[in-house]
């Protein structure tokens, strides 16, 4: 079965600083991955997705992970924290058969003016 | 498309009434997922559908949560009685299959 780690449920960076959210799948079969960002009184709202090909994936505002299977890693990064940044993030695997997506259970960025 | 569309986006109820809580996936989706996310427990999945068919209810807490899909465009889901406990912001989520899952803003559901 697929299960999410998502390693510290708060972060706190200086705004410039780097952010580093981190994610640990498993997954019996190639997974699909995802993040997704949630800001508050809102949905999730996907960040960028990992399926086949390219193992650095970019996305919205400015983010960027990448697929380690040897390490079974997808790590969210970003060069420079803004203060719009600070939401909740989700880390996610699509299971076998492709239909049902597991989440983690979240890390909560802060950004410090 | 609009997205997913859930209604209404507050609710405030008094235990033991009925709450029912309403999504519009959006068109051509094949699959709708209820969520639950609390500070305690995160989000939950309590239920999807493919094609309007119930496929995985494991994650519906007790008899007293009930889900349906009459027709490919609305869904609802419903408690009944509510309790204290039932208060969480509930996601509505569709997807084609194996494409991630877009989100509705979600309902907040507080019972008292």
């Known amino acids: 079965a697929q299960s999410v780690t998502q390693l510290g449920s708060h972060v706190s960076v200086s705004e410039g600083a780097l952010v580093l959210l981190r994610c640990n799948y498993s997954?019996?079969?190639?997974?699909?991955l995802f993040w997704y960002v949630q800001y508050p009184n809102q949905g999730l709202q996907l960040l960028l997705k990992?399926?086949?090909?390219?193992?650095l994936v970019k996305g919205i505002n400015g983010f960027e992970a990448e697929f380690k299977k040897s390490e079974t890693s997808f790590h969210l990064t970003k060069p420079s924290a803004h203060m719009s940044d600070a939401a909740e993030y989700f880390c996610?695997?699509?299971?076998?058969?492709?239909?049902?997506?597991?989440f983690g259970a979240g890390t909560r960025l802060f950004v410090k003016a | 498309d609009a997205g997913v569309i859930q209604s209404p986006r507050h609710e405030v109820t008094e235990m033991g009434q009925e709450v029912t809580l309403r999504c519009k996936p959006i068109?051509?989706?094949?699959?709708l997922f209820w969520y639950r996310q609390t500070m305690m427990r995160g989000l939950e999945l309590l239920i999807y559908?493919?094609?309007?068919?119930?496929?995985?209810d494991s994650g519906m807490p007790e008899d007293r949560f009930s889900a349906k899909m009459p027709n490919a465009s609305f869904s609802t889901l419903k408690i009944q009685p509510s309790e204290p406990r039932d208060s969480a912001v509930y996601f509505c989520?569709?997807?084609?299959?194996?494409?991630?899952?877009?989100f509705g803003q979600g309902t907040r559901l507080t019972v008292v």
């Open positions: 989520a569709s997807s084609p299959p194996g494409v991630q899952a877009f």
């Open positions: 997954s019996s079969v190639p997974p699909y």
């Open positions: 990992y399926t086949t090909g390219a193992t």
């Open positions: 068109s051509g989706h094949d699959y």
């Open positions: 996610a695997v699509i299971n076998t058969g492709g239909f049902k997506t597991i």
């Open positions: 559908f493919n094609n309007n068919v119930p496929i995985d």
